[in-house]
Every structure is written in structure tokens, then in C-alpha cells.
């Protein structure tokens, strides 16, 4: 403490006198304040040893303090010692700094320093507002909008804090005014988008904040990538795991934020690092799952449809809105409780349309195939039969574009399990789905079976195998009086075309002819010497048995074809206990000939 009195009385020596000021001028070519700030370093380590000892020091402090008068030595004081000190004793400091020389240090900065520690601290209740009105009184004189916003900057998180939406609103309307003369919102971005920041950061309720009628016209005070950064730091903000489960239909709110998603969404090109495009998406992503219009079904697809055209350059994005416009359609379905009438019809039809022209826009082909699957399913549930037909003919004409090898991860991969596991999904549809008036029953499975036959499958793997064989259960619930399962109000073939005879023969024709051609397959794939694909075909050979046992009569022809492909499948090396459990399930079939079958395949 003596130090610091020693410090003070030769420091008043020195700088009162006018002669000592002059030779600092006209020798020196230094002014007072650069003068004095040459102690700072001094000054700093003598008060925070000061504080560090004894914070209850702080009101002597400010009482020697005033003997000086030195505005360097009161910015110290207030940067020194412990924030909730400083907070308690606001109003006193506040009085200092009016009172402070501004030739020794600028009043602005002793303002942002005060504030720094208001926003660390907590003042008593009861003087929250008399500080800030006490501060700002003199603030918002500033005639220097650059010495202004230094002081705003740090202060609006006083309001933020320790005030009410009311004070954070009239600070922000005291800020706009100031930067917008001359526009020297232009200069002062970076101090601007740090204020932006603090509010967002400050702010949960969405409602109230778009409320306020100063925060809105601060956004468009940025530009260029200002601008980008304020609107990725409020979709973060709108996004953010503290709201994640909270929706809105506010026009305001969603109007605001869908354009600050734009203005990032279209900061992305192809100079873009992969990480950040990905993030972005997500943001993108997750500010459409915010948006719920409830029972008003045609403002959420109206939504939809402005952020197609906003938001439209990522697959990703597009992917979650076609999936949106697809719960949307369900969602009218259970609102109506299956009943369609001719308004939800046409509405159902619009959002089928939507899914219909958007899916194609997308790069990835098996994004598309799997939004074309999902949107002729939702297109069926909703009796709109003409619509699912069209998604599933582009499913299939889609099936000849997807290439046999893709690059993922930078890594170069073949496409055969994805496109198998996507047309045996695709083949599960089709069972419920309705043959057509002109173009016969089987016209869809027919066209597949042309695409796959024709797809150049790549050598030394079984997928088109094991596609025509999938076709196998499909063939057989057509063949039974009623099909495993339907789609409510949609007559499938069970009953277009039950009792048939001609239909039941096509069918018949069919299995036999995908059945010719996977032996044929299988025979001519025999003579490779790969032992992996001898695997393969025991697989397929296996599973080919096991569709004959379930789906087909067991007659002594079938039998010995069953007999024939264990047998293909034992020699070829198939999974031993794929084999005996295939031997299990068969000894389980009621009947005479089971039996007998297991018993002859036991001694294979």
C-alpha cells in the first residue's frame, strides 16, 4: 500500500504542473495520456497485489484515488479488484469517471472497463437501473461514434443480464441510432456482429426477441461475410439443444430465420471445405424440423415449398423436405381418419407432385430410388394409385442409371448390396400394389425383371441372382387367394383378379422362368474357380431352396428340384448351420412328403 501512495504523490508532482505538461509537449512531442499510460504496467501490479490481498481495500483505495484524480489509476482500480466489489460500488465509480480527466485517459475506456466487471458481477438490485441510467446518460453524448459503440459493445450484456427485455430493446434503439449516421455501420461490423452475438447468446425466446423492434433492422446493417457469420450464429442460436424440442409457427420468426438460411446457404459453393457445408446442412436441417404449422396442413407445405427455393443446392436438405412433405400426406390421412374428401384429395395429390418433382434434383442416385420407394408407399396409403404407379416407373427406369461401382470416403465401392437390398424392398411394395386396367396385372414386376436382366451386374457376384430368386415370394403371394397384407381402401390383385385363370397361368409362367434362369445362371457359374464365388452360389442355391419348400406345393417334381439345389448348395460349401436349419424347418411341414424330404437331405 505504500508503494502505491509513493506512486501517487510523485505522480501528482509531476503531472500538475504546467511546465512539466509543456516540456512533455513541445520536447517530449508526448501527450499526457501516452505519458501516463507508460505506468500502467506498474500501476497494474501494484493494485492487483493490492486486491489479491485484501478486496475489502477497494473503498480506501478510491479514497486516495481522489486526492490524485489520475483516470489512469481509476481504471485500474476498477480492472483490478474483484468484479462483485466493483458491481457493489457501481455508483461511486460511476461518479469518479464523470468527474475523471479525459486529457490523462479517455473516458470511453474507463466506461468499458466498469462495464466488463458489471457483466462479471452483480450489483444490488435495487441499483441495476440507477447504473445504467447513470452511465448512459453520458454515453449516448458521445459524439465519437467510434468511442460509442466501444462502451455499447460491452454494455449491452448489462441489460441482457441484470434488466428486462424493455432496457435491452431501448439500448439496442440508442445503438441503431448512432451507427446509422453516416452510415458508420459500414466501419464498425465486427464490433456490430459482437453485440448480435451477445443478445443471441443472452436470448431463448425467439418470440420475444423478433418482438423487439430494434433487433430486426440491426440485421441488415451487415454485409458480406459479417453478415454470413450473424446468420449462422442465429440459426445456431434458433437451433440450439436448449430449444431442441420447441416448435413455432410464428410468420415472423420463421420468415427471419428462413432468410438468414438462405443468406448461409448460399455463402457455400464448391470452394466450400466438406466439414463446413456439412454443418451447415445440419443447421438447415434442423431449423426446417422447427417449423410446425400443427392442423394447418397447407401452411406447412406452402413452407416446404420456400425452402425448396431458398434452400435448394444440398441434397441433404432436399432429402429432409421430400421426407417432411411425405409425413405431411400422413399426417392428413390421420386427421381425416382415412377418409379422403375432394379438398384433402387435391391436397394429397399437391404434396405427391411436390415429392415427384423434387426427388429428381438430387445427385445420389439411391437417395432418389429410396425417396421414389417412400413416396409411391405414402402415394398408396393415400388411395392416390396413379401417382404411386408413376414414382415406382421411375423407381425402375432409375434402377438402369445406378452405376456398379460409387466412390465413398474416397474409397471406391461396389453398389450391388444397396441396389439387392433396395429392389427386394421395392419387390415387397409390389405386392400390395394393383395391376392396371390396360397394361395387365404384372406389368410393374414385368418391367423389372427387363431392368434387371439388362443391368450390367458386375462379374463374379450373384446380386442378379438373388434378385430373381426375391422375385420368387412375390410371384407366390399373387398365386394365393389372399395376399399377406393390404393397404386400407387399395383393392390389390387378391381382388382384381381373383379367380382368374389367366392371371394365376401368367403367374405360374413367370416363377417358372425365373427359376429356368437362375439355375441356367447358377450351371454356367460353376466353372469359376473362385472359391469366394462358389460361396456365393451356395447361398443362393440355398435360399433357393428354401423359397421352393415354403412358397411351393410340394409335389415329387419340386421335391426333387429342392433335393437338386441342397445338394448344389451342401457341395458348394453353404453355411452348415444354414443347412440344418433349412433340414429343420422342412422336417416341420405338414404333409407326407416332408418327411421323406428331410429324411433324404440328412443323408446327403
Same mark, same amino acid.
Given at each position: 500500500m505504500s508503494a502505491f501512495d509513493d506512486f501517487l504523490y510523485i505522480q501528482q508532482q509531476h503531472t500538475d504542473t504546467e511546465r512539466f505538461l509543456r516540456q512533455l509537449k513541445e520536447e517530449m512531442r508526448v501527450t499526457k495520456q501516452e505519458y501516463l499510460g507508460l505506468?500502467?504496467?506498474?500501476?497494474? =501490479?501494484?493494485?492487483?497485489?493490492?486486491?489479491?490481498?485484501?478486496s475489502e481495500a477497494l473503498e480506501g483505495i478510491i479514497e486516495k484515488y481522489k486526492q490524485s484524480r489520475n483516470a489512469v489509476v481509476l481504471n485500474h482500480i476498477i480492472? &483490478?479488484?474483484?468484479?462483485?466489489? +466493483?458491481?457493489?460500488?457501481?455508483?461511486?465509480?460511476?461518479?469518479?469517471?464523470?468527474? /475523471?480527466?479525459?486529457?490523462?485517459?479517455?473516458?470511453?475506456?474507463?466506461?468499458r472497463t466498469l462495464g466488463i466487471n458489471l457483466v462479471l458481477g452483480s450489483p444490488p438490485?435495487? !441499483?441495476?437501473?440507477?447504473?445504467?441510467?447513470?452511465? =448512459?446518460?453520458?454515453?449516448?453524448?458521445?459524439?465519437?461514434?467510434?468511442?460509442?459503440?466501444?462502451?455499447?459493445?460491452?454494455?449491452?450484456?448489462?441489460?441482457?443480464?441484470?434488466?428486462?427485455?424493455?432496457?435491452? *430493446?431501448?439500448?439496442? &434503439?440508442?445503438?441503431?441510432?448512432?451507427?446509422?449516421?453516416?452510415? /458508420?455501420?459500414?466501419?464498425?461490423?465486427?464490433?456490430?456482429?459482437?453485440?448480435?452475438?451477445?443478445?443471441?447468446s443472452n436470448f431463448h425466446d425467439f418470440e420475444v426477441l423478433i418482438a423487439m423492434d430494434s433487433f430486426l433492422p440491426m440485421l441488415d446493417l451487415f454485409t458480406g461475410e459479417h453478415q454470413v457469420q450473424v446468420a449462422r450464429a442465429l440459426l445456431e442460436a434458433f437451433t440450439s439443444k436448449a430449444n431442441i424440442h420447441d416448435t413455432t409457427s410464428d410468420p415472423l420468426i420463421i420468415s427471419t430465420v428462413l432468410g438468414m438460411a438462405k443468406i448461409l446457404h448460399d455463402s457455400m459453393n464448391t470452394?466450400?471445405?466438406?466439414?463446413?457445408?456439412?454443418?451447415?446442412?445440419?443447421?438447415?436441417? &434442423?431449423?426446417?424440423?422447427? +417449423?410446425?404449422?400443427?392442423?394447418?396442413?397447407?401452411?406447412?407445405?406452402?413452407?416446404?415449398?420456400?425452402?425448396?427455393? /431458398?434452400?435448394? *443446392?444440398?441434397? !441433404?436438405v432436399k432429402q429432409r423436405l421430400v421426407l417432411g412433405v411425405c409425413s405431411l400426406a400422413m399426417k392428413t390421412l390421420q386427421l381425416v381418419k382415412g377418409k379422403h374428401n375432394k379438398k384433402t384429395s387435391a391436397f394429397v395429390r399437391a404434396c405427391m407432385a411436390y415429392c415427384y418433382i423434387t426427388t429428381p434434383s438430387m445427385e445420389d442416385v439411391f437417395t432418389r430410388l429410396h425417396l421414389y420407394l417412400v413416396s409411391a408407399s405414402v402415394s398408396l396409403m393415400n388411395q392416390s394409385l396413379t401417382q404411386a404407379e408413376s414414382f415406382l416407373k421411375a423407381s425402375i427406369t432409375l434402377v438402369q442409371e445406378v452405376p456398379p461401382m460409387l466412390e465413398v470416403d474416397?474409397?471406391?465401392?461396389?453398389?450391388?448390396?444397396?441396389?439387392? +437390398?433396395?429392389?427386394?424392398?421395392?419387390l415387397s411394395l409390389l405386392v400390395v400394389v394393383p395391376g392396371h386396367a390396360d397394361h395387365g396385372p404384372l406389368y410393374l414386376v414385368k418391367g423389372l425383371l427387363k431392368v434387371v436382366r439388362e443391368y450390367p451386374w458386375e462379374k463374379g457376384t450373384t446380386g442378379k441372382l438373388r434378385v430373381l430368386s426375391s422375385t420368387i415370394p412375390l410371384f407366390s403371394a399373387y398365386y394365393q387367394t389372399e395376399l399377406p397384407y393390404h393397404v386400407d381402401?387399395?383393392?390389390?390383385?387378391?381382388?382384381?383378379?381373383?379367380?382368374? &385363370?389367366?392371371?394365376?397361368?401368367?403367374v405360374v409362367t413367370l416363377i417358372n422362368s425365373v427359376i429356368e434362369e437362375v439355375l441356367e445362371d447358377v450351371a454356367?457359374? !460353376?466353372g469359376d474357380p473362385d472359391p469366394a464365388m462358389q460361396k456365393k452360389l451356395a447361398r443362393v442355391a440355398l435360399d433357393l431352396f428354401n423359397l421352393t419348400v415354403s412358397g411351393a406345393e410340394l409335389t415329387p417334381k419340386s421335391a426333387t428340384l429342392a433335393v437338386n439345389l441342397f445338394t448344389l448348395a451342401k457341395k458348394?460349401?453353404?453355411?452348415?448351420?444354414?443347412?440344418?436349419?433349412?433340414?429343420?424347418? +422342412?422336417?416341420?411341414?405338414?404333409?407326407?412328403?416332408?418327411?421323406?424330404?428331410a429324411k433324404k437331405l440328412r443323408t446327403l
Amino acid at each position: 500500500m505504500s508503494a502505491f501512495d509513493d506512486f501517487l504523490y510523485i505522480q501528482q508532482q509531476h503531472t500538475d504542473t504546467e511546465r512539466f505538461l509543456r516540456q512533455l509537449k513541445e520536447e517530449m512531442r508526448v501527450t499526457k495520456q501516452e505519458y501516463l499510460g507508460l505506468y500502467s504496467p506498474a500501476l497494474e =501490479w501494484l493494485l492487483q497485489c493490492i486486491a489479491h490481498g485484501s478486496s475489502e481495500a477497494l473503498e480506501g483505495i478510491i479514497e486516495k484515488y481522489k486526492q490524485s484524480r489520475n483516470a489512469v489509476v481509476l481504471n485500474h482500480i476498477i480492472s &483490478s479488484f474483484h468484479p462483485s466489489y +466493483v458491481a457493489t460500488h457501481a455508483l461511486s465509480l460511476t461518479a469518479l469517471i464523470r468527474e /475523471a480527466d479525459a486529457e490523462a485517459y479517455p473516458k470511453h475506456q474507463l466506461y468499458r472497463t466498469l462495464g466488463i466487471n458489471l457483466v462479471l458481477g452483480s450489483p444490488p438490485r435495487d !441499483q441495476v437501473l440507477p447504473i445504467l441510467n447513470d452511465v =448512459w446518460r453520458v454515453v449516448k453524448k458521445f459524439t465519437n461514434v467510434d468511442e460509442y459503440i466501444t462502451v455499447a459493445e460491452v454494455f449491452i450484456e448489462y441489460p441482457l443480464k441484470h434488466c428486462s427485455q424493455k432496457e435491452v *430493446n431501448i439500448l439496442l &434503439s440508442d445503438i441503431m441510432a448512432h451507427v446509422s449516421q453516416d452510415k /458508420a455501420y459500414e466501419r464498425l461490423q465486427p464490433q456490430l456482429q459482437s453485440i448480435v452475438f451477445k443478445v443471441l447468446s443472452n436470448f431463448h425466446d425467439f418470440e420475444v426477441l423478433i418482438a423487439m423492434d430494434s433487433f430486426l433492422p440491426m440485421l441488415d446493417l451487415f454485409t458480406g461475410e459479417h453478415q454470413v457469420q450473424v446468420a449462422r450464429a442465429l440459426l445456431e442460436a434458433f437451433t440450439s439443444k436448449a430449444n431442441i424440442h420447441d416448435t413455432t409457427s410464428d410468420p415472423l420468426i420463421i420468415s427471419t430465420v428462413l432468410g438468414m438460411a438462405k443468406i448461409l446457404h448460399d455463402s457455400m459453393n464448391t470452394l466450400s471445405f466438406q466439414d463446413e457445408v456439412r454443418q451447415v446442412t445440419h443447421l438447415l436441417i &434442423s431449423f426446417i424440423r422447427r +417449423v410446425d404449422f400443427g392442423r394447418d396442413v397447407e401452411k406447412q407445405l406452402n413452407f416446404y415449398v420456400d425452402c425448396r427455393a /431458398a434452400l435448394g *443446392n444440398f441434397d !441433404q436438405v432436399k432429402q429432409r423436405l421430400v421426407l417432411g412433405v411425405c409425413s405431411l400426406a400422413m399426417k392428413t390421412l390421420q386427421l381425416v381418419k382415412g377418409k379422403h374428401n375432394k379438398k384433402t384429395s387435391a391436397f394429397v395429390r399437391a404434396c405427391m407432385a411436390y415429392c415427384y418433382i423434387t426427388t429428381p434434383s438430387m445427385e445420389d442416385v439411391f437417395t432418389r430410388l429410396h425417396l421414389y420407394l417412400v413416396s409411391a408407399s405414402v402415394s398408396l396409403m393415400n388411395q392416390s394409385l396413379t401417382q404411386a404407379e408413376s414414382f415406382l416407373k421411375a423407381s425402375i427406369t432409375l434402377v438402369q442409371e445406378v452405376p456398379p461401382m460409387l466412390e465413398v470416403d474416397n474409397q471406391v465401392r461396389s453398389t450391388e448390396e444397396q441396389l439387392v +437390398v433396395y429392389l427386394q424392398d421395392f419387390l415387397s411394395l409390389l405386392v400390395v400394389v394393383p395391376g392396371h386396367a390396360d397394361h395387365g396385372p404384372l406389368y410393374l414386376v414385368k418391367g423389372l425383371l427387363k431392368v434387371v436382366r439388362e443391368y450390367p451386374w458386375e462379374k463374379g457376384t450373384t446380386g442378379k441372382l438373388r434378385v430373381l430368386s426375391s422375385t420368387i415370394p412375390l410371384f407366390s403371394a399373387y398365386y394365393q387367394t389372399e395376399l399377406p397384407y393390404h393397404v386400407d381402401k387399395v383393392e390389390a390383385n387378391d381382388t382384381l383378379y381373383y379367380d382368374d &385363370s389367366d392371371f394365376k397361368a401368367e403367374v405360374v409362367t413367370l416363377i417358372n422362368s425365373v427359376i429356368e434362369e437362375v439355375l441356367e445362371d447358377v450351371a454356367k457359374a !460353376q466353372g469359376d474357380p473362385d472359391p469366394a464365388m462358389q460361396k456365393k452360389l451356395a447361398r443362393v442355391a440355398l435360399d433357393l431352396f428354401n423359397l421352393t419348400v415354403s412358397g411351393a406345393e410340394l409335389t415329387p417334381k419340386s421335391a426333387t428340384l429342392a433335393v437338386n439345389l441342397f445338394t448344389l448348395a451342401k457341395k458348394n460349401g453353404a453355411d452348415a448351420a444354414y443347412l440344418r436349419s433349412s433340414i429343420t424347418y +422342412v422336417e416341420g411341414l405338414k404333409g407326407k412328403l416332408p418327411p421323406e424330404l428331410a429324411k433324404k437331405l440328412r443323408t446327403l
